[in-house]
């Protein structure tokens, strides 16, 4: 079992940047992958980034690439995404998630099974 708390959005305006952090509990950190995904009403939810065990490898939706970086500290069980040069087409819930595919490189949903409650990520034009 696996708990994640995700904190750290909130209004920004255009252009600006926040950092979200997703706190871990319950299994060994270091132990599985971690995504990040956003939703925004009546749309499914979609990958936005996603990093290896160690953090070695990550991987990028082309929506963010070049602006959003995602991080951990597996000695504070937390993983990070800054998001630069905001957009509003970026405003949605967020949410963290556990990757338990075999590799910890998968970028579909179903590959997921423990989620976060999100935080809200509005961006004003």
């Known amino acids: 079992q696996v708990q994640l708390v995700e904190s750290g959005g909130g209004l920004v305006q255009a252009g600006g940047s926040l950092r979200l952090s997703c706190a871990a509990s319950?299994?060994?950190?270091?132990?599985?992958?971690m995504g990040w995904f956003r939703q925004t009403p009546g749309n499914e939810r979609e990958f936005v980034a996603r990093?290896?065990?160690?953090?070695?490898?990550?991987y990028y939706a082309d929506s963010v690439k070049g602006r959003f970086t995602i991080s951990r500290d597996n000695a504070k069980n937390t993983v990070y995404l800054q998001m630069n040069s905001l957009k509003p087409e970026d405003t949605a819930v967020y949410y963290c998630?556990?990757?338990?595919?075999?590799?910890?490189?998968?970028?579909?949903?179903?590959?997921?099974?423990?989620w976060g409650l999100g935080t809200q990520v509005t961006v004003s034009s």
């Open positions: 998630a556990v990757d338990n595919s075999p590799y910890g490189l998968d970028t579909r949903i179903r590959a997921y099974d423990y």
């Open positions: 990093i290896t065990r160690n953090g070695g490898n990550t």
């Open positions: 319950g299994r060994t950190f270091s132990t599985y992958a």
